[in-house]
């Protein structure tokens, strides 16, 4: 089983839509947990880090389930900008940082 | 300010040759650590660094040695390469070594290589 499992899209939406990806991670003893974001061909880049309580920046706004392993991204007002790959990170044991496959999202005019 | 910086950016590679991909960060980053990433595979992680002189294995170490002489310096070494190493290579570092502490990672732009 795959330390951090996520939707493998793509999502194609339109311009001005909200748009949810999710998240699970298999080692319940994970301490930190990230979303990045990576355009084609590029390195990846931190978008947020996610926290139990939830926290918000801007239009994007992240969920952590302690209890189910998982966690949300949630995009509202989505730009052309935002197209890219968004990959959930959890650093499950000791600096050993696990990385998604990545799910694609392309926003449309 | 630099960040982290990858060499070479591209590299083609015969099977058996070996080679370095170099990583230097200027930011006094305890935490270093070089990944692979293969199409829909994500980022996989092949060795770590929490400090000079420590390293140890991520989930792919197989046919990688590295080592850390250095804080700025995480060299990646390729033995005998094989195609299967066919890859886009990335060096990222962290501000903490310590667990639970470490944060965001800063990638380099990465290294395209392929093997023949």
């Known amino acids: 089983r795959k330390e951090v499992e996520q939707d493998p899209g793509p999502f194609n939406v339109p311009e001005g839509a909200t748009v949810a990806f999710n998240c699970t991670y298999s080692?319940?003893?994970?301490?930190?947990f990230f979303w990045y974001r990576q355009d084609c061909r590029k390195e990846p880049k931190l978008l947020m880090s996610?926290?139990?309580s939830g926290n918000e920046d801007g239009r994007f706004t992240a969920q952590l389930n302690r209890a189910s392993q998982y966690i949300s991204l949630l995009i509202r007002d989505s730009k052309l900008s935002d197209s890219a790959t968004y990959l959930c990170?959890?650093?499950?044991?000791?600096?050993?940082?696990?990385f998604g496959s990545g799910t694609k999202l392309n926003v449309k005019p | 300010n630099a960040g982290v910086t990858q060499t070479p950016k591209f590299q083609v590679l015969k099977t058996g040759q070996s080679m370095t991909l170099q990583c230097a960060q200027d930011?006094?980053?305890?935490?270093m650590s070089w990944y692979r990433q293969d199409p829909g595979m994500g980022l996989r992680l092949i060795h770590y660094?929490?400090?000079?002189?420590?390293?140890d294995q991520g989930e792919v170490p197989n046919g990688y040695n590295v080592s850390r002489s250095t804080t700025e310096d995480f060299p990646l070494r390729l033995l005998s390469a094989a195609p299967s190493q066919t890859s886009v290579y990335f060096c990222?570092?962290?501000?903490?070594?310590?667990?639970?502490?470490?944060?965001?990672?800063?990638f380099g732009e990465g290294s395209r290589l392929t093997v023949l």
């Open positions: 990222a570092s962290s501000y903490s070594g310590q667990a639970l502490q470490v944060g965001e990672l800063f």
């Open positions: 080692n319940s003893a994970s301490q930190s």
């Open positions: 996610v926290y139990s």
């Open positions: 990170v959890v650093n499950g044991n000791f600096n050993k940082f696990y």
């Open positions: 930011m006094n980053h305890e935490y």
């Open positions: 660094s929490v400090g000079a002189g420590i390293t």
